[in-house]
């Protein structure tokens, strides 16, 4: 079997616990995400499964969308409300037009420092095992894009703001750091108490299932091909192409430069082509010659 699922995830369950029950549901050990959600997150999380899982990191380098909620008047380590508060502030002067200001300068291209307590390698350790075992670090900021930021509510709730908003951001983006800086920016500390993916590169939540249909294997899934056609430019192939790449070979080049799934006359995902000296290689072949 190959293919894809799309899982709603449930929260206060890692992206593994959905994996792990994904691969009894679907009888194979063969399965992966494009995208790691923290556990108190919810929302679209991409399963690919048998030859499904060779495209994952293509969908997983697509950009991605979340709704979310900010809370100011208080920072906290893991900078969302399941880590240790580690500071307060009083909230009462912060204007709406501060905080709109705050976060528009977060749109487009800018430097993000990711969250302490994330799955980035440090000396080839997660980050988050150095912060659990004492350590006190910051990681490098690194290059990403967010190509919309609206505001959807603003809620003053005693001391603290919370604001409601829909990103939609490159792959690489840490939600919880736009908390703790818009926390930063406005020196009240911030940090992040609600997150749901709504969207990973052309898959969307309306697409999803529930993890209980999951668990009772009342699903269908993605075919390959359909989803190569969703997330590629595609090459229609003529049965005498499908046989030379069958033996990886290449083909006359493609129309444009981007990767090309390359499909059959009955719709199989055959390759996945990208021109190279003049010619159209495979660099990756899904329907080998025995």
């Not at 150095?130 to 709730?157: M, Y």
């Not at 792959?171 to 800086?181: L, N």
């Amino acid at each position: 079997m190959d293919g894809f699922l799309v899982v709603d995830k449930a929260p206060a369950m890692t992206s593994h616990d959905v994996v792990a029950v994904a691969r009894k549901a679907l009888g194979t050990r063969k399965v992966g995400h494009a995208g790691t959600l923290d556990p108190m997150a919810t929302g679209v999380l991409v399963l690919g499964f048998g030859n499904g899982t060779r495209l994952l990191q293509y969908i997983t380098d697509g950009d991605k969308s979340y709704l979310a909620t900010v809370v100011l008047g208080a920072a906290t380590v893991t900078d969302d409300q399941e880590g240790e508060v580690i500071s307060e502030a009083d909230t009462s002067m912060i204007t709406d037009e501060e905080i709109r200001s705050g976060l528009s300068k977060m749109v487009g291209e800018i430097q993000q420092r990711p969250s302490s307590v994330s799955a980035v390698k440090v000396a080839g350790e997660r980050a988050y095992d150095r912060v659990r075992a004492g350590e006190v670090f910051e990681l490098a900021a690194r290059t990403i894009t967010i190509s919309s930021l609206e505001v959807l509510d603003i809620r003053r709730t005693g001391a603290r703001i919370e604001i409601d908003i829909d990103v939609t951001c490159s792959a690489g983006t840490f939600i919880r750091a736009i908390a703790r800086d818009l926390g930063s920016e406005l020196a009240v500390g911030g940090h992040l108490s609600a997150l749901r993916r709504t969207r990973v590169a052309g898959f969307a939540i309306d697409q999803a299932i529930t993890f209980d249909a999951l668990k009772a294997q009342e699903f269908k899934t993605l075919d390959l091909a359909d989803v190569a056609r969703a997330t590629f430019s595609v090459r229609e192939l003529a049965l005498d192409e499908v046989a030379e790449l069958s033996f990886g070979r290449p083909l006359p080049s493609n129309t444009g430069e981007d990767i090309f799934a390359a499909l059959s006359p009955d719709n199989r995902l055959i390759a996945l082509l990208k021109n190279e000296s003049g010619k159209a290689k495979p660099i990756a072949v899904f329907a080998a010659a025995n």
